[in-house]
């Protein structure tokens, strides 16, 4: 119980990494503030925190929405008080070659700029009066390398990135801690679901996995928690991939 008497935000809570992570921190005996854009997949997550003994509140809405983060951060200190964790999970991804790509401000908005949003929020509302706090962002191994196809992905996840290590160096003399986890190929909806990836082209990845399968989106949750507890009071600036070991394999050297 790590986490008793700590308020958590877990933004793209309503599916895979953000679900399990949502619920994990509240296993662990945080209170959770749930945001999802889909009300109903929100909702799902919050009936499962509270079937399992934990407890958890809605914010469904848009992360893009500067305004709607602002609001939703204001709604939980008004009924909380107090806020010890955000994680930026929320994404999306659009695949096209980059000559057709045309998703450039809704990719960018919801996977950086909604971070930052959020960030700031919580920062002026909880985590800089109280002087202490802990942001995980999530980003991607493509955040750290190209993947073919994804241009508004991947120049999102290095945002992400540099937007880590820049709060992370600003808001230390605040304490508040500011890492990011970079997940390699994780097995959630968007990978092995109806619209996931291609089988064929799935296989392919996991191929060149060192630890020869996907990661689970419990492990990556696992290492979001980490970052948000006291375990990890002096790790801040931190850019993690958690991958099987795929950023150390050389591109050109197969399996």
């Known amino acids: 119980m790590r986490f008793t008497d700590r308020v958590a935000i877990v933004t793209g809570a309503g599916a895979g990494i953000g679900k399990v992570t949502a619920g994990l921190l509240a296993a662990q005996g945080a209170i959770v503030a749930v945001n999802d854009l889909d009300a109903a997949a929100a909702a799902a997550t919050i009936d499962d925190i509270q079937a399992n003994g934990g407890q958890a509140l809605a914010i469904p809405g848009d992360v893009a929405d500067e305004g709607f983060a602002i609001e939703a951060v204001a709604e939980v200190m008004r009924v909380l008080g107090r806020i010890d964790i955000l994680v930026n999970n929320a994404g999306v991804s659009v695949v096209a070659p980059a000559e057709d790509f045309v998703a450039w401000d809704r990719v960018l908005r919801t996977n950086l700029y909604s971070q930052f949003f959020w960030s700031k929020a919580v920062a002026k509302a909880a985590m800089i009066p109280a002087a202490r706090g802990a942001i995980i962002n999530v980003a991607s191994i493509a955040g750290l390398a190209a993947v073919p196809n994804q241009i508004g992905y991947v120049v999102s996840k290095h945002?992400?990135?540099?937007?880590?290590?820049?709060?992370?160096?600003?808001?230390?003399?605040?304490?508040?801690?500011?890492?990011?986890?970079?997940?390699?190929?994780?097995?959630?909806?968007?990978t092995t679901g109806s619209s996931?990836?291609?089988?064929?082209?799935?296989?392919?990845?996991?191929?060149?996995?060192?630890?020869?399968?996907?990661?689970?989106?419990?492990?990556?949750?696992?290492?979001?928690?980490?970052?948000?507890?006291d375990e990890a009071s002096y790790l801040s600036g931190l850019v993690l991939n958690n991958d099987g070991g795929q950023m150390a394999l050389h591109s050109g050297v197969m399996m």
């Open 159 to 190: 945002g992400v990135v540099g937007l880590t290590r820049s709060l992370a160096v600003e808001w230390g003399r605040y304490g508040i801690r500011v890492n990011c986890v970079c997940p390699g190929i994780t097995a959630t909806d968007l």
């Open 196 to 229: 996931g990836m291609d089988p064929a082209r799935l296989s392919a990845r996991i191929a060149r996995v060192p630890l020869g399968r996907m990661g689970t989106a419990q492990e990556q949750a696992e290492t979001i928690a980490f970052l948000a507890s």
